[in-house]
């Protein structure tokens, strides 16, 4: 499409407005870095006129279409696009409109003939010009322009009168003839006080209080751009600023002037002569009380000025007043050198930013700094961070991290010294995000340096994702396992396996045996008992594939099917080389096959017992012999097996059973279990004293406590002495 | 925010004031809480409700409109009429299938009713597992929040913290998963943002290396300035359990470490149930509500004075102690005998409350150590102690222990039996492998063949393995872990926790803080105890160089794996010994022998059941 305007945003980005109702945003360097819509009546019915403008640190853009209806944008960083209401009547091209953004709302003043139209989003309200109606007859108004704070509005006639006033339309500044009827080229507002008109050949500067004109000669043609304090003159060979000159200058420099600064000016010039007016100057200023107010003044005219040599001058004359000062901070001197320093270094040709004090101050310190990386001045920027001792996450990690993004899409370069050049530079500097400056390698195809870059992250968190986007699985799974962040962890091992075969899954895993274990887990968690045994198997683990089959034995209640379980869990624990996990294995298989036939012979429940409360329930039962023949099969040494029968048969109450086992042979584990037994069981104290006179002597009186007999143990106590 | 008083003890006592730590935390969860305005229901994990009771008390939650609380349950809610309805629960997929329940009941509810607005925290922070897992439930749509509430230490006393990780020794040693040692990382660099880096890093065990390699990286990770915080912990001694398994094992003598034995201590509370029972005689337990036994719930620290000083007494030393407070608190209600002046008799009024809290006070502890004494002076008790010290002292003990056979036969708890067992393992470097075979077996015939897993895994964490190098008695001697004339009442050594044994653990502690020239032999010593053992310096930012650090050493030592109460008291009684010389204890669970085996049985039946 045509362009149809053109202009540049509040972060420098150049954007071309298209009569195909698109805009196209390029970088300083001509890359185009985005594309907005700029609503579909205006793609169809294309765009006649558009205009640009900034407001609260964000660009917008109004268009108008062939059909003439006004859309919005008026933050082209979320584009959302509004129609604004139609003012009546248009069905031609208004003979000129400007954009008002009041309140962060975004307006249009139309000028339709001579009627005037405040068009907003949500409403529109014809407006009345004040002091120009029923005295000046006009037919149209050509041309209008705001001032860049949107406080101030001028507009010209097509009889040639200049109106100034307020944006709310209620006050008039004044009016001026221009004294010709051609519109001219350009007008713009020069700071808040001055409105510039563009004849060509001279440019007219009208100044409504008291009303002013000025004429400015030309030499070629210009092109005028309004800047918060002044107006740009753009010539084919030249580039000027034009502005109001301010107060304190006009005092410190007006020839005559007895003002306190210029006082201390001249004090130092002769002091520098050596003539004794010095001192003289001085003391009138001091006398005055005014020496801070001088040197304040001669400060802030300092930073007015653009010759770095009357810069000098003036903080010279502030440094010789200041010490006549007994307490004076120096704090506003400090800044200002510092200011004017940065400054002087920024309007340099070569770094072309020719900004006041005033623009600097409304840019702020920040977006100059982001200024200098769009324009890759690096070193600069590097320098006024150290120089001003900035922070680094806001000033040097922000400034080389720009620098590395931009150094990894240098094409020509070899990753590996690129990566070299990377790392080298950021070394010492804490808090840098190799991921980010990764991520940009990835994005124009580097894969292989986006890696070597990831290798310095120390931040797993921003390393992982990407090296998994980069399909770098393995790679990602290793630095997960390094940051001990099972989180991430589990999230590489999950898109490894997502990626891979299971078989090769397993071989890549069994590799990391965090990874591994974690998984296993997770398997143990989520009850996947074939992926474990899986697992298992994948790796020869052949204990814990017994130990997983010989748990999944206890799932089912039929003797049959857990014994055959049990029997490969007993196959696994020999390949496994664990002969007492083999060993019991066959033990309870043995068990179980005993348990269950006593199960249908006696009708009681047998299965889930252990040995000993088999043998235990076996005896209690009376089923001496099937308890005998338990110890026998199973080998139960025999002081266990006296410990459990005389248990049992205390609890069943067989007192002549258990008499006669005392008897039937010398106890391996003594006698005082019999009596420990009978109080236990049924605080049966008669059968208890049956067994004391058989418990070693010094252990007697331990029993008959047990008992509570405390006579008897006194007794014994006495005996035994 | 108001520290509410019965938190007051945490932050005045100590010289590092860790209140900061829960302050912290408190913060934290009023963020969280704050994120979903409006009233509220909270559905609570119900294993963080003991750490909860550490952070906030109800009244905080209800300034914070939470107006009704539920433990998390499968199915649905209880009734209840808020819109806002916020979960709060460990990253475990379980937990997961119950949150998705609750909501979908919800929903089907709120069609008819009103629209519930639903927010998930997790503590201490997202999973991915968890996550996913809920997109797979269908339901993490229907969250309005999903956040973390990093809720990791818990501020036991001025001087103790936990992470309450229970299964972080299961978790690390046996399953191989690490995730509790990154906790253990990250709450050090929580600690060490409060509190300034600490200059010096000591770790002896491997876990101790993963945890002291991750503060570094993370060091490097947290990105911006240096911190400006001016290190008020000079050391840390990161001691891995499995450096000394001996001490969790073995009884732990000191009231504290008794209550936790025989009772059980869950952060800080003490069942108050045990002690109403007694002041009603015969009161029949089962007819006390839940709610009176909350109400009942007593909190053991230091806010307690006679608490404080007796907790990490032996216990032989406690009873007389009780009878003296006995006496001071009747000789201070007799003052009002003398009050006769209209002075005199305010004055007396304004002590009554302080008089009051300490007599009942002391009514509870005479309670608890009555209860106590009745368990140390059975013959039960007695016997496990006996074999105990002999364990302990024997050089050789490698054979069948009768007394351990009479547990196995008799049915005793299968914790008690494995303790002994285990004691027995560790104190000879490991079984001849016929006796092995032996313990083994007796164990699996004793308490069936579902325990098999658990030898195998009481072998992986090395509290029951075949033999191994033999060095505990040159450990013994050379550590003087044995001490033979000590004593209870006045002790002079950290062996009087344990009536004669000096935990290991500590005495590593002890070591590594005092000048090495007294400790001949150590070193050799230190390289045979299985474990990597280094020391770390962590660059302190310029200008915050040690300067008066030197009067003021405070030593952080944090137990990865768990550590016992009666750890805790013989550090406290290192940490009184000299002046300026303090330590403070982190860990990732308070734990005792039971507690810490109960982790590791893998019992199959139950295994199987689970999983069906």
Known sequence: GKIVTMGWSYSE????????????????????????????????????????????????IVVLTTNYRFYTISNIQNKACRRCQDPPGLDFTPSSWVVLCIDRSTKIVIAINTDLYLSGVADIVKLQLQGI?????????????????????????????????????????????????????DMIWCGAGAVVLNWGDELQIVGPHPLTVQTLPLIGSACLTADIDGVRIVTTDTHELLHEVPLETEEVFKVGSAASGAMLLDAMKEYEKGSSKADEYVRIIKTNGTLGDAIEQCIKVAGLEYDPLTQRMLLKAASFGKSFMDQYSPQSFVNMSQILRILNNIRHYKIGIPITLKQ??????????????????????????????????????????????????????????????????????????????????????????????????????????????????????????????????????????????????????????VALKLFEKYCREINDHRLLMDVAKQFDDFQKAGIYVAQSSYKTNNAEDRIDKLNEAARAFSAADRPICKRSTEDQINLLRLQSVMETDLGQPFVEMSLNETAYQLIFLGRLKLADKLKKDFKIPDRRYWWIKIRALAQSRSWDELERFSKSKKSPIGYEPFVDACINSHKNATEACKYIERVPLSKQAKCYIKIGLVYERISVYIHSQ | MATNSSFAHLSTSGRVNLGIVRDASRRELSECLRQCPGSKTVVWDEYLFDPLDLVAEFSLLQELEVRKMFPLAPGRLPPHDQQNIIFFTRPKLSLMKWV????????????????????????????????????????????????????????????????????????????????????????????????GTIPKIIYKGNCGKRVANMIVRMRKETSGPDDQTKSQISRLILVDRTVDLITPVLSQLTYEGLIDEHVGLKCTKFPGELLKQRDHGSANPEEDTQSAAIRQTVRLNSGDNLYAEIRDLNFQAVPPILSRQAKKISAAYAERHDAVSVNQIKQF??????????????????????????????????????????????????????????????????????????????????????????????????????????LINLEKVGLLTTQQPKIFSSIRKALRLLVDDINEQQPTDISFAYSG???????????????????????????????????????????????????????????????????????????????????????????????????????MSKAAAKSN
Request: proline share 2%; net charge negative; with cysteine.
């Open chain 2, 501 to 603: 044994y000096a935990p290991l653990s500590v005495r590593l502690a002890q070591y590594f803080t005092e000048d090495k020239q007294s400790w001949k032999g150590v070193e050799e010593v230190l390289k045979t105890i299985p474990g990597e053992f280094s020391e770390i310096a962590q660059q302190i930012p310029g200008g915050l160089s040690d300067k008066g650090m030197e009067k003021n050493d405070t030593t952080l030592v944090f137990f990865i794996g768990g550590c016992t109460y009666a750890e805790i008291a013989a550090l406290r009684f290192l940490s009184k010994q000299e002046e300026g010389n303090d330590f403070i204890i982190a860990t990732t669970k308070l734990l005792n022998g039971t507690s810490l085996l109960e982790t590791l049985i893998d019992d």
């Open chain 1, 360 to 513: 600097f101050e409304y840019l702020t310190l920040p977006v100059l700094i982001d200024r200098l990386i769009l324009r890759e001045h690096y070193a600069l920027a590097l320098h006024i961070c150290d120089y001003l001792r900035i922070p680094g996450d806001e000033g040097k990690c922000r400034i080389l991290s720009h620098w590395a993004c931009k150094k990894v899409k240098q094409k020509n370069t070899d990753d590996k010294d690129i990566a070299k050049a990377i790392a080298n530079k950021l070394n010492d500097v804490t808090g840098i995000s190799y991921a980010t400056i990764a991520a940009e390698a990835k994005s124009v195809g580097r894969y292989e340096l986006a890696i070597k870059l990831l290798d310095f992250e120390p931040r797993a968190n921003e390393q992982v994702p990407l090296l998994m986007k980069m399909k770098k699985e393995d790679i990602a799974l290793n630095k997960a396992i390094e940051s001990g962040d099972s989180d991430l962890i589990y999230m590489a091992i999950f898109h490894l396996k997502g990626t891979l075969q299971l078989g090769e899954f397993f071989r890549t895993i069994h590799k990391m045996p």
């Open chain 2, 100 to 195: 998705a329940e609750n909501v979908a009941s919800e929903m089907k509810k709120s069609r008819t009713k009103y629209d519930v607005k639903f927010s998930l925290f997790f503590v201490p922070r997202k999973s991915l597992l968890c996550e996913d897992k809920l997109k797979e439930l269908e339901v993490f749509a229907d969250f309005e929040v999903i956040g973390e509430f990093n809720l990791l230490l818990l501020l036991f006393d001025y001087d103790l913290m936990s992470l309450e990780l229970e299964l972080a020794f299961r978790e690390c040693h046996l399953e191989e998963d690490y995730s509790s040692l990154y906790y253990v990382a990250r709450s050090l660099m929580i600690l060490q943002t409060i509190f």
């Open chain 2, 349 to 454: 009024v304004t002590k009554l409350p302080s008089i009051q809290a300490a007599k009942k006070s002391l009514a509870n502890h005479t309670t608890i150590a009555e209860m106590l004494k009745k368990i140390t002076d059975d013959s039960a008790f007695r016997d496990k102690l006996q074999f105990e010290q002999e364990m302990i002292a024997t050089v050789d003990i490698d054979k069948i222990n009768m007394y351990i056979e009479e547990l196995l036969a008799t049915g005793q708890p299968i914790t008690k039996v494995l303790r002994l067992i285990c004691l027995q393992s560790l104190v000879s470097n490991g079984l001849k492998p016929k006796l092995f075979e032996f313990y083994c077996k007796e164990i699996l015939q004793a308490y069936g063949y579902e325990y098999l897993p658990t």
């Open chain 1, 13 to 60: 980005e150049l954007i071309c407005i298209l009569d195909a109702g698109i805009a196209l945003v390029f970088d300083l360097f001509g890359t185009q870095i985005d594309s907005i819509h700029l609503g579909q009546e205006a793609k169809e019915m294309k765009i006649v006129d558009a205009k640009l403008f900034l407001h609260d640190n964000v660009a917008g």
């Open chain 1, 133 to 185: 109606t029923g005295q000046i007859n006009y037919n149209s108004i050509t041309l209008m322009a705001t001032s860049t704070s949107y406080k101030y509005i001028s507009l010209i006639t097509d009889t040639g009168h200049l109106w100034i006033g307020s944006t709310d339309f209620r006050n008039c500044y004044g009016i001026f003839d221009t004294n010709t009827q051609t519109v001219p080229l």
